[in-house]
């Protein structure tokens, strides 16, 4: 069984930016595909960025070229680095696995002045 924990939400202002963290309980994040999801209040939780084993990237219209998806597979951590953040982008951000069907318990991400 897979366990996945993410960290780094917060507080931040319009125009902010903060690094979310996604570990694994085992080496994964190297072999298979990777995505960040967020929801927001009355929302449907929405795929923002994934990364696949090979390294390749894809984004939401809504976060592409302000958000930044990464791994660095000897730490087994996948990053969402997040710039010019806007209050739209409040919400609580998850790692998931799709293959494990494994996701974490989510990190709050607010962005308001």
């Known amino acids: 069984q897979v366990h996945l924990v993410e960290s780094g939400g917060g507080l931040v202002q319009p125009g902010g930016s903060l690094r979310l963290s996604c570990t694994a309980s085992?080496?994964?994040?190297?072999?298979?595909?990777t995505d960040w999801y967020r929801q927001a209040p009355g929302k449907q939780r929405e795929r923002v960025a994934r990364i696949t084993n090979a390294g390749s990237t894809t984004y939401a219209d809504s976060v592409a070229g302000r958000f930044t998806i990464s791994r660095n597979n000897a730490e087994n951590t996948v990053y969402l680095q997040m710039n010019s953040l806007k209050p739209e982008d409040t919400a609580v951000y998850y790692c998931h696995s799709p293959i494990h069907d494994a996701w974490g318990q989510g990190t709050q991400v607010t962005v308001s002045s």
């Open positions: 085992s080496g994964i994040f190297s072999s298979y595909m």
